[in-house]
């Protein structure tokens, strides 16, 4: 089973240490999430489990293999995919198209078939083209095969993003506030569609603010506070913590509390 595990990780901008000897392992064939409060560190972690930061210190592991220093590309070679926070959409394509994009890491097309247009080629591209159309179905998403990313809206984008991240076939997937901005029936939406990506086998990761989304699909919960774990345990263990209670504060206590 596929691990991602991180040892004694940082990651300092100047004088500002957003991750500070992080250390923890995901394991395979779950859900985890990353909470903590405005500026704890998260989209920063998601950052250096994706190659887009390098570590200023500490190790980052997947199935055993060091994937520290690796390029963005490299993780994503390795399996792991993910989305961001903010969307990430080639507007002038349709929704098709933008899953498409996202197939590239599965192409195995020659140079001279691209050149010279074989049939090798077009049965590619057909083939591109119907497992494209299955995961928009899968996220519910297939009445907007044909329609501009422009005209679609946020919540449908949101779903997109995650067909597009998919597609890749990640082993496991990080998602980046993927409910950010939406109302509560799309998000119960994003709920079930992590659940199923989940049961079908890829592990998710997840950053989101959205407390009641956090405690109703994860296994495990990772806490973070000035870039340090607060805590790690279930979503029960996580609601009844009094250091996360400490850490949010006011309003957001209550939603933690009673997610």
Known sequence: MSTLRVDNLSKEFGGVHAVQNLSFELAAGSVHSIIGPNGAGKTTLLNL??????????RIFFDGRDLTGAPAHGFA?????????NLQIFANMTALENVMTGRHLRERCSLWSTMLRTPALARAERESREQSMQLLRFVGLADYADAGADSMPYGALKRLEIARAIAGGPRFLLLDEPAAGLNPTESMEIGELIRQLARGGT?????????????????????LDYGRKLCEGTAEEVRSDPRVIEAYLGAATDEVAHA
């Open 49 to 58: 489990l994706t190659g887009v930061y390098q570590p200023s210190a500490g």
């Open 77 to 85: 070679a390795a399996g792991i995919g993910r989305t961001f926070q």
């Open 203 to 223: 592990t998710v990761v997840l950053v989101e603010h959205n407390m009641k989304l956090v405690m109703g699909v994860s296994d495990r919960i990772v806490v």
